[in-house]
């Protein structure tokens, strides 16, 4: 028995990654030859073991019936728990999932909390810069071992997904659709916004096996169409997202009103049960200029961009609202606005640091919004003074009928772009980091597209 507790006390001393080794090289051991495990016992007990048989216990460990030594220190199940968790800690998760197939009581270990929130927290922290970031919708205490397993592995095999040549998903849902205006993955790909074109907005929460359609914002009165965008609130512990509307609605002169409104949609949980829905509150509404129509929309933040065409002038603006600062249904609002002299307006984003990404034609041109033309109302003639972008780019016809919505990380914003040849990668970094000499923005050929292989425009969400 000494033994054991020289062991013990020998391993309690060592630091972390030489346990993390020694967990590693004896694991390895086990999968491949269990009786080598024997190499590790002293010369003297090797030969009083050479002419005995070894047997294996219920844990799988090799034992030898006449070697002098007590049976418990020729385990390594037998030290104690907390070295081994702290070792198990410190594996990535597929050692984990392999350490799980050696024996129940290892099994049992990688099972535990500590384990799985050591994983997702070496996840939320990782390099922000360059990966996808695991997305939790709760603080990490808040979440079971289980829960925290289920939700990195569903992430991880969607990584393993794209990186295969195999063109079968991971993970399928079949929904049956027939109003869909657009539809909006929020990160983390359990729920699914539809904008229908009846006005209201549903979702669908894909952890369920058959996925039912379930009504987020309801029909107020007989509209015309809704475009929606969407922008995760990043300082909430729990999910919180911004879901800014364009909705056009009919008057009885049969001319449509657009109204813009920001509804705030966070995840509750039901009283009967953990299950977790989500629950939208408004937050601002304003309405655009009579006779003028949205056709497209974007929220960042504290600001809403949307483009503007102005009937039956044909005029077409570009126009940034701060609704933090709206009251309800205000009649006259601040805004930012640029007057475009293209005809074929196609696309507005928001980027962080008051920058706007517009598409126009061919091109794609980056703005300083606060550059723009700043004023309640319109100007009487309807023109304004032109503003210089800060960095342009010429691609050519894009498919689709939007500027795809940017993934923005830690210091830049990315978008993938795609033509009827070729998708390229857009990155903007963000201003503070920028080195003075670099442009402020960078388009990369990613592929071309092979002949035979037509990429239509469609709605199609992405997380």
């Known amino acids: 028995m000494e033994l054991t507790y020289v062991l013990i006390n020998f391993l309690i ?7 993390k080794r020694l967990f590693k090289r004896l694991l390895t051991l086990m999968s491949s030859a269990p009786l080598q495990l024997l190499s590790w016992l002293p010369p003297s007990v090797l030969r009083k073991t050479a002419s005995s048989q070894v047997k294996h216990t219920a844990t799988g460990c090799p034992i030898s019936q006449d070697c002098g030594l007590p049976r418990r220190c020729l385990c390594l199940v037998n030290l ?6 702290e070792i198990v800690r410190e594996l990535s998760w597929p050692d984990i999932l ?23 927290h070496a996840e939320l922290s990782g390099n922000s810069s360059c990966t996808p970031q695991l997305s939790l919708e709760r603080p990490l205490n808040a979440h079971s071992a289980d829960e925290l397993e289920r939700i990195i592995l569903r992430w991880k095999s969607a990584e393993v997904g794209w990186s295969k040549d195999d063109p079968s998903p991971a993970r399928e849902r079949r929904l049956k659709m027939s109003d869909v205006e657009s539809i909006h993955l929020i990160k983390g790909g359990r729920w699914l916004l539809v904008s229908t074109r009846t006005g209201s907005v549903v979702f669908y929460d ?3 096996e058959e996925p ?5 914002i309801p029909t107020v009165s007989e509209p015309a169409g809704t475009i929606m965008s969407v922008d995760i609130d990043q300082s909430s512990p729990t999910l919180t997202f911004h879901l800014a509307l364009g909705t056009a609605k009919y008057r009885s002169d049969t001319s449509k009103e657009y109204v813009v409104e920001v509804w705030r949609v966070c995840l509750v949980d039901t009283a009967e049960s953990r299950l977790s829905t989500l629950s939208a509150k408004l937050s601002a509404s304003f309405r655009p200029e009579p006779q003028s129509q949205v056709t497209k929309l974007s929220i960042l933040g504290d600001f809403v961009a949307f483009c503007l065409d102005l009937r039956p002038a044909s005029s077409f603006y570009t126009i940034v609202v701060k609704w933090t600062d709206l009251g309800e249904v205000p009649s006259s609002y601040p805004r930012w606005l640029k007057h475009t002299y293209i005809f074929h307006f196609d696309g507005v984003q928001l980027l962080p640091q008051h920058q706007v990404l517009l598409r126009q034609g061919h091109h794609v041109r980056l703005f300083d919004f606060f550059s723009f033309w700043h004023s309640p109302p319109l100007p009487s003639n309807l023109l304004v003074a032109d503003v210089e972008p800060l960095w342009e780019v010429e691609i050519g016809p894009m498919l689709g009928r939007f500027l795809p919505e940017p993934v923005i990380y830690g210091d830049c914003a990315r978008l993938v772009i795609a033509t009827k040849i070729a998708l390229f990668g857009l990155t903007i970094p963000h201003p503070s980091t920028r080195i003075a000499s670099d442009p402020p923005g960078r388009l990369v050929k990613l592929c071309d597209i092979p002949r035979g292989i037509s990429l239509a425009p469609s709605n199609t969400a992405w997380t």
């Open 212 to 216: 039912a359609r379930k009504v987020l």
């Open 98 to 120: 392999r350490l799980r197939q050696t024996c129940t009581h290892f099994a049992n270990i990688t099972k535990t909390l500590p384990v799985w929130r050591a994983v997702a």
């Open 13 to 19: 001393l060592l630091p972390t990654r030489i346990l």
């Open 206 to 208: 894909l952890d369920e």
């Open 80 to 85: 104690p728990l907390e070295i081994l968790t």
